[in-house]
């Protein structure tokens, strides 16, 4: 989980309410992406950034918004309008190219 | 559009016996391949890659993986099994056109002593 840090890692929230989850890198990255991994589907990607002030929708981005004003960091917000949140969420971040995505330890989010 | 199926939900094997995890592929370019590890409740490490070169891979941990084009698999292997071994592997692709990973469902591997 080397140079990304995610906090907290564990979060609980109730119905109607925005959470943002924090994802933070020091590895000088150009790339982030935020995931969602449910039991039995594997990780799906949300969004991503190849460049600062600059991101764009995955595949399930619908509920979910970012910002991306620092190459170091690149917040999520789970808002009210996502159906199911309670997921695990992890931050990736890459250098441009053919070359492995790093991990954060994951968010644990729980809405009730 | 880019794809990954990893076949097998569970996995069991001995401590000590060879372990193999399969995945396949399907790409409109030339493929990049990824095999991460997962343990419960942690984020993703990266095993090994294959970019362009040798068929055979070898990464972290004693880890290699094995490309083959005409199968388009990329099955991860271990010649002798860990207990510490056990945890969730993902197997992931990524095209010449695209930065995005997409990942497969994951297989569950279970080494018992």
């Known amino acids: 989980d080397g140079g990304i840090t995610q906090s907290p890692k564990y979060l609980f929230r109730k119905e109607g309410q925005n959470v943002t989850l924090s994802c933070e890198q020091n590895?000088?990255?150009?790339?982030m992406y935020w995931y969602r991994q449910d039991p039995g589907q594997g990780l799906r990607l949300i969004y991503y950034?190849?460049?600062?002030?600059?991101?764009q929708k995955g595949d399930i981005a619908e509920g979910y918004s970012v910002s991306r004003e620092k190459k170091e960091s690149f917040p999520l917000t789970v808002t009210s309008a996502q159906k199911n949140p309670t997921a695990f969420y992890l931050c990736?971040?890459?250098?441009?190219?053919?070359?492995?995505?790093?991990f954060g330890p994951g968010t644990r989010l729980t809405v009730t | 559009a880019q794809s990954v199926a990893q076949p097998e939900d569970q996995v069991n094997v001995a401590e000590g016996n060879p372990l193999t995890v399969k995945c396949t592929y399907s790409?409109?370019?030339?493929?990049?391949l990824f095999w991460y590890v997962q343990y419960p409740n942690r984020g993703l490490q990266f095993l090994l890659k294959?970019?362009?070169?040798?068929?055979l891979v070898k990464g972290s941990y004693g880890f290699e993986a094995e490309f083959n084009k005409s199968q388009t698999s990329f099955h991860l292997k271990k010649p002798s099994a860990l207990v510490s071994d056990s945890a969730l592997y993902f197997c992931?692709?990524?095209?010449?056109?695209?930065?995005?990973?997409?990942f497969g469902t994951g297989t569950r591997l279970l080494v018992s002593p």
């Open positions: 990736a971040s890459s250098i441009p190219g053919p070359y492995e995505q790093y």
């Open positions: 590895l000088n990255h150009d790339a």
């Open positions: 950034s190849q460049i600062v002030n600059d991101f």
């Open positions: 790409v409109s370019g030339n493929p990049y």
């Open positions: 294959y970019i362009t070169g040798d068929n």
């Open positions: 992931a692709v990524r095209d010449t056109g695209f930065q995005k990973l997409v």
